[in-house]
Nanobody, 128 residues
Framework: QVQLVESGGGSAQAGGSLRLTCIASEYPYKHSSYCLGWFRQPPGKEREGVAAIGTDGSVAYANSVKGRFTISHDKAERTLYLQMDSLKPEDTGTYYC????????????????????WGQGTQVTVSS
């Protein structure tokens, strides 16, 4: 069973940076087309999409993080990254990485229901 393990969460001051990493225990899918994404769940709120990347290189971001966050994927290392710059207190939450075999090309961050493999989450806290 494929496992996704996030790391890199922690505390930061507003305006600071953090880099999240998600490592897959093995390639999520036998076929080459899939989508990887980052989601977050702020305290007391529902999970929301943050960024996603397709195997064709297409990327998408939530409006709230555009220009501040960058998603990237090192396929050889089975690793997904989320570089978070210019952090704001509203970026606080538990961040999850996820993989989907049902989406490959993206124009926006797919809904969480499209993803079928999830990591356990890593906490990000941004103070003002």
């Amino acid at each position: 069973q494929v496992q996704l393990v996030e790391s890199g969460g922690g505390s930061a001051q507003a305006g600071g940076s953090l880099r999240l990493t998600c490592i897959a225990s093995e390639y999520p899918y036998k076929h080459s087309s899939y989508c990887l994404g980052w989601f977050r769940q702020p305290p007391g709120k529902e999970r929301e999409g943050v960024a996603a990347i397709g195997t064709d290189g297409s990327v998408a971001y939530a409006n709230s993080v555009k220009g501040r966050f960058t998603i990237s994927h090192d396929k050889a290392e089975r690793t997904l990254y989320l570089q978070m710059d210019s952090l704001k207190p509203e970026d606080t939450g538990t961040y999850y990485c996820a993989a989907s075999s049902r989406v490959a090309q993206i124009a926006s961050v797919p809904a969480a229901t499209w993803f079928d493999i999830w990591g356990q989450g890593t906490q990000v806290t941004v103070s003002s």
